[in-house]
């Protein structure tokens, strides 16, 4: 008879071998190191009972062939997909095109928000795949090990309550006519596959009308009840209420790390990704983001006073919370919890996967009213620029000085987290094309040059500094008189000077400039009182051009003068000392080579019929 000590010891082995044994049937895979679609692989080559699969978009053709082997061996597959991401993702329309014409059962969303789901159900195996990753080779495979792939984390599972929570969850959605459609092979009526079972609490099946299962404010709850330290990996942040979240973390003590990706922090379609990083990074978030080659798309979050772990398929943006079909899991399996703490202190502490982060300047902004040099403008005036796609604030610089002092800082709208008390802009944002705009509160003086500036800057305080640039208010004197007597002599063939008479009460000169004196009219020429010549050096040889004047004062512009032409003359003929060539002999030049007229190259203009048109000379020393 075993001794007591022996029996103790069979006892606790068999109350651990179930624990073992469960976690031994699951799995997580880390794409940076490790092939995640051999697995995979070999979960659909094993099926022999059903498949369903769900995903946003599909490239490698792999998954598809294997799938579409099954079905023709009898096993019965579905498929969910959301042809929207066709445009985009090449090959994935590729991919719905095998699976249509092999006869596969498909489906397809319908309504806004898109499928996100990234998902295969295996029946006999009682096996589950999901995850954030796509159904594309890079998602899975790493083409360099710790130097280029993508991060992911692929979780393979046989929980019964997960596989049977995703199982009702397929047949809702598979069932659901108002926002799903039949996208090919579906003969009859739709019906559900499976019994219904109770959804595993640690699931978040976003989207919900009573947003029951809103990403977001579930996120929230567990972020706030956080008491010692959160780690987040997180492909796209567009939406504020993670970020204010994360922020006030930190504010009650509690250190956040963040590891993001650099392409979606300066993605123009998605310019709000910037605002909350760089918020994020003010309010004391310690970021780091992407080194290696290939994109970071993972989104977890870890919890260590809770020992929780956030994993699944949703971005920390506003469609994600609750309104594209998402899939996320809130656990608390220990083992689960672990593997994202090694993997995230291995990314973390790598010199070479990722790389502290270093907020980016705004684009410079670009002035639209005033313009520069402008005159006879309203004593009450509204400033015009376009700030770009990554300034949230600015700094408007504005006086009589040629240098201007500030004079606001920091005008934002609400839009951009302006707070109470702060100065806001007329109009203004960073999304949607909406031109920024100011109106200096009060009456300028007449007659008087005002200078401004604009400086751009980010939520982390990054600048982009604009130019300077002039304006002179209305004055009470009246416009002067029309310039006359503007002609145009041609001096050279790369020189036309022109003259006018001078009018009483002028300021200055404006000198326009035509190409064939009735459109195409462009300002050559800004010039001071009483300057009444000027000279063209901007011409070419054997061209006609036209040209008009008109004088300014603070009461405005004067009429245009009368409109004068010139024709520049031809280049002077090669001296004894030239070297003549022909365009058509001499394909690459180096040196100081000047274009002549036809009528004075070597040959004689008799040739040109049979030669290039436009000759060229060097003059050499001899």
Same mark, same amino acid.
């Given at each position: 008879?075993?001794?007591?000590?022996?029996?103790?010891?069979?006892?606790?082995?068999?109350?651990?071998?179930?624990?073992?044994?469960?976690?031994?049937?699951?799995?997580?895979?880390?794409?940076?190191?490790? &092939?995640?679609?051999?697995?995979?692989?070999?979960?659909?080559?094993?099926?022999?009972?059903?498949?369903?699969?769900?995903?946003?978009?599909?490239? &490698?053709?792999?998954?598809?062939?294997?799938?579409?082997?099954?079905?023709?061996?009898?096993?019965?597959?579905?498929?969910?997909?959301?042809?929207?991401?066709?445009?985009?993702?090449?090959?994935?329309?590729?991919?719905?095109?095998?699976?249509?014409?092999?006869?596969?059962?498909?489906?397809?969303?319908?309504?806004?928000?898109?499928?996100? +789901?990234?998902?295969?159900?295996?029946?006999?195996?009682?096996?589950?795949?999901?995850?954030?990753?796509?159904?594309?080779?890079?998602?899975?495979?790493?083409?360099?090990?710790?130097?280029?792939?993508?991060?992911?984390?692929?979780?393979?599972?046989?929980?019964?309550?997960?596989?049977?929570?995703?199982?009702?969850?397929?047949?809702?959605? +598979?069932?659901?006519?108002?926002?799903?459609?039949?996208?090919?092979?579906?003969?009859?009526?739709?019906?559900?596959?499976?019994?219904?079972?109770?959804?595993?609490?640690?699931?978040?099946?976003?989207?919900?009308?009573?947003?029951?299962?809103?990403?977001?404010?579930?996120?929230?709850?567990?972020?706030?009840?956080?008491?010692?330290?959160?780690?987040?990996?997180?492909?796209?942040?567009?939406?504020?209420?993670?970020?204010?979240?994360?922020?006030?973390?930190?504010?009650?003590?509690?250190?956040?790390?963040?590891?993001?990706?650099?392409?979606?922090?300066?993605?123009?379609?998605?310019? +709000?990704?910037?605002?909350?990083?760089?918020?994020?990074?003010?309010?004391?978030?310690?970021?780091?983001?992407?080194?290696?080659?290939?994109?970071?798309?993972?989104?977890?979050?870890?919890?260590?006073?809770?020992?929780?772990?956030?994993?699944?398929?949703?971005?920390?943006?506003?469609?994600?919370?609750?309104?594209?079909?998402?899939?996320?899991?809130?656990?608390?399996?220990?083992?689960?919890?672990?593997?994202?703490?090694?993997?995230?202190?291995?990314?973390?502490?790598?010199?070479?996967?990722?790389?502290?982060?270093?907020?980016?300047?705004?684009?410079?902004?670009?002035?639209?009213?005033?313009?520069?040099?402008?005159?006879?403008?309203?004593?009450?005036?509204?400033?015009?620029?376009?700030?770009?796609?990554?300034?949230?604030?600015?700094?408007?610089?504005?006086?009589?000085?040629?240098?201007?002092?500030?004079?606001?800082?920091?005008?934002?709208?609400?839009?951009?987290?302006?707070?109470?008390?702060?100065?806001?802009? &007329?109009?203004?944002?960073?999304?949607?094309?909406?031109?920024?705009?100011?109106?200096?509160?009060?009456?300028?003086?007449?007659?008087?040059?005002?200078?401004?500036?604009?400086?751009?800057?980010?939520?982390?305080?990054?600048?982009?500094?604009?130019?300077?640039?002039?304006?002179?208010?209305?004055?009470?004197?009246?416009?002067?008189?029309?310039?006359?007597?503007?002609?145009?002599?041609?001096?050279?063939?790369?020189?036309?000077?022109?003259?006018?008479?001078?009018?009483?009460?002028?300021?200055?000169?404006?000198?326009?400039?035509?190409?064939?004196?009735?459109?195409?009219?462009?300002?050559?020429?800004?010039?001071?009182?009483?300057?009444?010549?000027?000279? &063209?050096?901007?011409?070419?040889?054997?061209?006609?051009?036209?040209?008009?004047?008109?004088?300014?004062?603070?009461?405005?512009?004067?009429?245009?003068?009368?409109? $004068?032409?010139?024709?520049?003359?031809?280049?002077?003929?090669?001296? $004894?000392?030239?070297?003549?060539?022909?365009?058509?002999?001499?394909?690459?030049?180096?040196?100081?080579?000047?274009?002549?007229?036809?009528?004075?190259?070597?040959?004689?203009?008799?040739?040109?019929? $049979?030669?290039?048109?436009?000759?060229?000379?060097?003059?050499?020393?001899?």
């Amino acid at each position: 008879m075993p001794g007591p000590r022996l029996l103790i010891s069979l006892i606790l082995a068999l109350m651990l071998l179930p624990v073992v044994n469960t976690h031994a049937q699951e799995r997580l895979c880390d794409t940076a190191f490790e &092939d995640c679609r051999t697995p995979l692989w070999q979960l659909i080559d094993a099926e022999t009972q059903g498949i369903d699969v769900g995903f946003w978009f599909m490239q &490698d053709s792999s998954y598809a062939t294997k799938l579409i082997n099954r079905f023709k061996a009898g096993v019965p597959v579905r498929v969910l997909v959301d042809p929207r991401a066709n445009p985009t993702y090449a090959g994935n329309e590729a991919v719905l095109n095998q699976l249509r014409d092999a006869g596969i059962p498909m489906r397809y969303k319908l309504t806004n928000g898109i499928l996100h +789901w990234k998902m295969m159900l295996f029946v006999g195996q009682n096996k589950l795949e999901f995850s954030g990753a796509n159904y594309s080779g890079n998602f899975f495979v790493p083409d360099s090990p710790y130097v280029n792939y993508f991060d992911e984390a692929i979780y393979f599972t046989d929980d019964p309550s997960l596989i049977q929570s995703f199982k009702t969850k397929y047949d809702d959605v +598979w069932t659901n006519t108002a926002d799903y459609g039949n996208y090919a092979n579906i003969t009859g009526p739709l019906t559900r596959r499976y019994p219904t079972f109770p959804i595993n609490p640690e699931l978040n099946f976003p989207p919900t009308a009573d947003f029951s299962q809103d990403f977001l404010t579930r996120t929230q709850q567990r972020l706030n009840a956080e008491t010692q330290k959160i780690d987040v990996i997180m492909y796209r942040i567009t939406n504020q209420g993670y970020a204010d979240t994360t922020i006030a973390a930190v504010n009650r003590g509690i250190p956040v790390r963040l590891i993001h990706e650099p392409d979606e922090y300066r993605n123009l379609a998605r310019q +709000w990704d910037a605002w909350n990083m760089d918020r994020m990074y003010m309010g004391g978030v310690q970021i780091k983001m992407r080194k290696h080659l290939g994109l970071n798309h993972q989104k977890s979050v870890l919890l260590y006073g809770q020992g929780m772990t956030i994993f699944g398929s949703s971005n920390w943006t506003g469609p994600s919370s609750n309104f594209q079909q998402e899939h996320n899991y809130f656990t608390t399996k220990p083992w689960f919890f672990q593997w994202f703490v090694n993997q995230f202190e291995r990314k973390w502490t790598s010199t070479t996967e990722n790389e502290p982060f270093v907020p980016l300047p705004p684009t410079q902004p670009t002035y639209v009213f005033p313009a520069n040099s402008a005159i006879a403008q309203a004593t009450t005036l509204t400033l015009n620029w376009e700030g770009g796609p990554w300034a949230h604030k600015y700094d408007i610089y504005f006086g009589t000085s040629p240098n201007p002092p500030l004079y606001v800082a920091n005008v934002s709208t609400f839009q951009s987290g302006a707070q109470a008390g702060q100065p806001l802009l &007329d109009t203004g944002s960073v999304d949607d094309g909406v031109m920024e705009s100011y109106t200096i509160p009060m009456t300028l003086q007449q007659g008087t040059t005002y200078y401004w500036r604009i400086v751009g800057k980010t939520m982390a305080n990054q600048t982009a500094t604009g130019p300077t640039w002039s304006f002179v208010t209305t004055g009470s004197v009246a416009p002067p008189a029309a310039p006359s007597g503007l002609t145009a002599t041609a001096i050279s063939p790369t020189r036309i000077d022109l003259s006018w008479n001078d009018v009483g009460g002028e300021t200055g000169f404006r000198v326009e400039r035509s190409p064939n004196g009735s459109s195409g009219w462009a300002e050559i020429a800004s010039l001071g009182a009483n300057q009444i010549t000027y000279s &063209d050096t901007s011409v070419t040889a054997q061209q006609t051009y036209f040209y008009r004047v008109r004088a300014l004062n603070t009461g405005g512009f004067s009429p245009y003068s009368n409109v $004068a032409s010139a024709t520049t003359p031809s280049p002077p003929p090669p001296s $004894a000392g030239d070297i003549v060539l022909w365009a058509a002999e001499a394909p690459q030049r180096v040196g100081n080579w000047s274009v002549v007229a036809d009528a004075t190259a070597a040959g004689g203009p008799e040739h040109r019929s $049979a030669r290039m048109h436009r000759p060229i000379r060097q003059t050499i020393s001899k």
